[in-house]
T-cell receptor, first 113, second 117 residues
Framework: EDQVTQSPEALRLQEGESSSLNCSYT??????LFWYRQDPGKGPEFLFT???AGEEKEKERLKATLTKKESFLHITAPKPEDSATYLC??????????????FGQGTILTVHP | GAVVSQHPSWVICKSGTSVKIECRSL??????MFWYRQFPKQSLMLMAT?????????EQGVEKDKFLINHASLTLSTLTVTSAHPEDSSFYIC?????????????FGNGTRLTVT
């Protein structure tokens, strides 16, 4: 069974204090790993897709990396508006539905001014 | 801007009644849409795959007679929660891939908060 574990569950940072969020996964053949941002009461907002180990993607203060067992979301010099829940999800190869993503529990990030 | 639109954003209904939730793809055609559910402090879980012009595919453990899905056009899928009970209270979110391809990212609507009293 595919599994995604995110850590930490919650992270509190001061504005400008860089850090990383972890996503460990077990999947029977990775088709893609996805990072989303979710604000309270909203649906997830797509951030990145990573397909193979060694791949990196960047967007503003965020950088996502991928190994064969885990992915990291690095946040550089965060701002209060980066506060949200960050979700990691994997899509397994050979799944019955290409829309079936296995999500982690998320990391709740709070950035204080 | 938004890729997928969902309506209503929240609804309160009495136990035993039915509730319909709409999901629309904006500026693209979605032959397939996906319905997820998120319980408080839990992960999103796929409920069903909605296929335009054919029957929906339900994940194991999801009652197809309770969660009726209709995908009548290339831009609209609806989820009807029939005979709702308090345990159906949850956050329902639809999603679609802009190019309907495997491993393309899913874009999610803003969700519908259902509360059954």
């Amino acid at each position: 069974e595919d599994q995604v574990t995110q850590s930490p569950e919650a992270l509190r940072l001061q504005e400008g204090e860089s850090s990383s969020l972890n996503c460990s996964y077990t999947v029977s053949g990775l088709r893609g790993l996805f990072w989303y941002r979710q604000d309270p009461g909203k649906g997830p907002e797509f951030l990145f897709t990573l397909y193979s180990a060694g791949e990196e993607k960047e967007k503003e203060r965020l950088k996502a990396t991928l190994t064969k067992k885990e992915s990291f979301l690095h946040i550089t010099a965060p701002k209060p508006e980066d506060s949200a829940t960050y979700l990691c999800a994997v899509q397994a190869a050979g799944g019955t539905s290409y829309g079936k993503l296995t999500f982690g529990q998320g990391t709740i990030l709070t950035v204080h001014p | 801007g938004a890729v997928v639109s969902q309506h209503p954003s929240w609804v309160i209904c009495k136990s035993g009644t039915s509730v319909k939730i709409e999901c629309r793809s904006l500026d693209f055609q979605a032959t397939t849409m996906f319905w997820y559910r998120q319980f408080p402090k839990q992960s999103l879980m796929l409920m069903a795959t909605s296929n335009e012009g054919s029957k929906a595919t339900y994940e194991q453990g999801v009652e197809k007679d309770k969660f009726l899905i209709n995908h009548a056009s290339l831009t609209l899928s609806t989820l009807t929660v029939t005979s709702a009970h308090p345990e159906d209270s949850s956050f329902y979110i639809c999603s679609a891939s802009r190019d309907n391809r495997i491993n393309s990212p899913l874009h999610f609507g803003n969700g519908t908060r259902l509360t059954v009293t």
